[in-house]
């Protein structure tokens, strides 16, 4: 018997045993485990069968996505089509890698049987029974690792079939949810636009009916109004009554108050009359013209008297005197509106006054018309000029006064007599003087050295002129009045 010495196993790992190829690719990091049954039959220790094959957990999903296909929804059936598909991926890769396995299987057996061959010719004894045990030992293993190979290689056959099922599965899934995704939408534009005509046809719908319904009610308030009146008519309430009566009281109260009026002016004119030699005679109202009047056989002819017209603040009392209204005739301007005008009267060295039983009242209609005025783009009055530097004008022809924002031009045609910017040293009133034609002159300064007696179409021309002139000129910061007056107020 041949004693194996560390010679022996130094020699085996040099020459029996050669190193394996760096390109074996190994499926675990551990070599299989083997035991040996009865009858020395290697014998492969199996895995615990509660843990499933990757086989079988594919079989088993397979078996449920055709039992669900049914029953599900086409993207879920995708879903579970594509993790079959790579479930069969995954089995396929580990196909391929038990397939290197067992190819590495096959080298390390052929090797350790040329090993155990070689050494069996070296040995004898009880280790050549023993080195021919292992030979035996290898050869059944090698049996039971071509059956092993050939169940793989039917195992790798149906893997690949249902993968290609799989696969195709799938592709169909995907082109159906494509076709369903496809169809979704275009229902649901078509809904998206049955809504919009929907929507469309409630707000025309809508607006119609408000419109009727607008119309309807516009109509009833006419048919209540006009069954108001003709029950108004037909039978009067006692409202109407009450303000019929109102109306008469109210207008019974106007005409005493102005009967009143007169009565007091009478009253005070009658005591003065009484008094006083002189009286005044006309209407105290802007456009008309007052007079001097003697009234007793004492007073002496108006032509050997002196006159002096002064304004007199109905408030304060303060007393304005008039420059060059010293004759007996006196027409109020816009400026004597609300004042009360007093004449002094000098005859044989003594001075009687008369004056106005209250402030000069406006013209009726007068503001009305001068802001109509305003309103206009260009306003010009016709004129004629009565004289011209203090010196009768000789040609009555018309001419024309253009009152502006900025300035006033006087012109007859294309000839222009002058055309001044509102300033300090322009001056403009009425006439202070002159008999009845007095409330439709006007007195005009337009520069220092040029002065105009301007005379209107009505009083109520003239009147609207001036106030028209103050209004802008004091828009341009300029008080417009007449010679040694005070500075007009802003209204």
Not at 251 to 278: G, I
Request: glycine fraction near 6%.
């Amino acid at each position: 018997m041949t004693r194996v010495g560390r010679d022996f196993r130094d020699t085996m790992q040099k020459e029996a045993v050669p190193p394996v190829s760096a390109d074996v690719v190994f499926t675990s990091s551990r070599f299989p485990n083997y035991k040996i049954g009865a009858n020395n039959q290697i014998v492969e220790v199996k895995e615990d069968p509660k843990v499933l094959s990757m086989k079988e957990v594919v079989a088993r999903e397979t078996a449920q996505l055709l039992e669900q296909q049914k029953r599900l929804s086409v993207r879920d059936l995708a879903s579970k089509f594509e993790k079959g598909l790579a479930a069969a991926a995954k089995l396929s890769d580990e196909a391929k890698l038990r397939e290197a396995a067992s190819l590495e299987k096959h080298v390390l057996l052929k090797k350790l049987r040329d090993a155990l061959e070689a050494l069996r010719g070296r040995v004898a004894g009880k280790n050549k029974e023993d080195v021919e045990e292992a030979i035996a030992m290898v050869e059944a293993l090698a049996v039971q690792l071509t059956q092993r190979e050939g169940e793989l290689i039917q195992e790798k056959a149906e893997v690949k079939k249902l993968a290609s099922f799989l696969k195709q599965a799938s592709e169909d899934a995907k082109k159906l949810v494509d076709e369903e995704r496809a169809f979704a939408r275009a229902e649901i534009e078509k809904a998206r636009e049955a809504v919009q005509r929907v929507e469309e046809a409630l707000q025309e719908h809508e607006r119609i009916s408000r419109a009727s319904g607008q119309q309807d009610i516009d109509e009833l308030m006419k048919e209540v109004q006009e069954a108001r009146r003709i029950k108004m008519l037909h039978q009067p309430s006692k409202v109407m009554d009450m303000e019929q009566e109102l109306l008469a009281l109210r207008l019974q109260l106007v005409e005493k108050s102005k009967h009143s009026l007169v009565l007091q002016k009478e009253l005070a004119m009658n005591k003065r009359s009484e008094e006083n030699m002189y009286e005044l005679d006309g209407t105290e109202a802007l456009g008309s013209y007052l007079r001097i009047c003697p009234c007793s056989e004492r007073a002496l002819e108006l032509s050997e008297c002196s006159f002096q017209w002064y304004r007199l603040s109905s408030e304060a009392g303060k007393k304005e005197l008039i420059s060059g209204a010293t004759k007996s005739v006196y027409a109020p301007e816009p400026f004597d509106v609300g004042r009360i005008l007093h004449a002094e009267i000098i005859s044989d060295g003594q001075m009687t006054t008369v004056a106005t039983t209250g402030p000069i009242d406006p013209a009726p209609g007068l503001g009305n018309y001068v802001e109509a005025l305003v309103r206009r783009h260009d306003i010009e009055f016709n004129v004629v000029i009565v004289q011209m530097n203090g010196l009768d004008h000789s040609s009555q022809s018309i001419h024309v006064l253009h009152i502006g924002k900025m300035r006033m031009k006087l012109h007859k045609g294309k000839t222009t007599m002058t055309k001044e910017y509102y300033s300090t040293s322009m001056q403009l009133c009425g006439v202070r003087g002159g008999g009845n034609a007095a409330a439709q002159a006007a007195f005009w300064q337009a520069k220092v050295g040029l002065s105009f007696v301007l005379a209107f179409e009505s009083e109520r021309e003239r009147n609207a002129a001036i106030m028209l002139a103050r209004r802008f000129a004091f828009d341009c910061n300029i008080m417009l009045a007449g010679p040694d007056d005070r500075a007009a107020p802003a209204t």
